[in-house]
């Protein structure tokens, strides 16, 4: 007995190009210019406030393993909807 669905391999291609060309396309890097890079879309789950900063933050860098886990939510349902379109026109 199966505890998660069984999804084709085609949904787990798409899911993979998916998340990197998403990932890449809207990704911010502008910490070498005194700005702040950011990963992720539509929620930034990444980022890196670069520059000078005053007071100095204890921490550059933030994660939010939430809107990770959101984003490829997101994604693996864009990816599922493109694949059952896919086997419904055929």
Do not use: H
Not at 13 to 21: D, E, K, R, S
Not at 65 to 73: E, F, G, T, V, W
Request: net charge positive; glycine share 6%.
């Amino acid at each position: 007995m199966r505890m998660f669905p069984k999804f084709p391999r085609t949904t787990w291609i798409i899911f993979l190009i998916l998340t990197v060309t998403i990932t890449l396309l809207f990704s911010k890097c502008e910490s070498p210019s005194d700005g702040n890079d950011a990963l992720g879309f539509p929620f930034p789950f990444y980022t890196y406030s670069g520059g000078r900063r005053n007071p100095e933050p204890p921490s550059r860098t933030y994660f939010n393993s939430i809107y990770l886990l959101l984003n490829l939510i997101i994604y693996f349902g864009i990816a599922y909807l493109l694949t059952y379109s896919i086997k419904k026109q055929k």
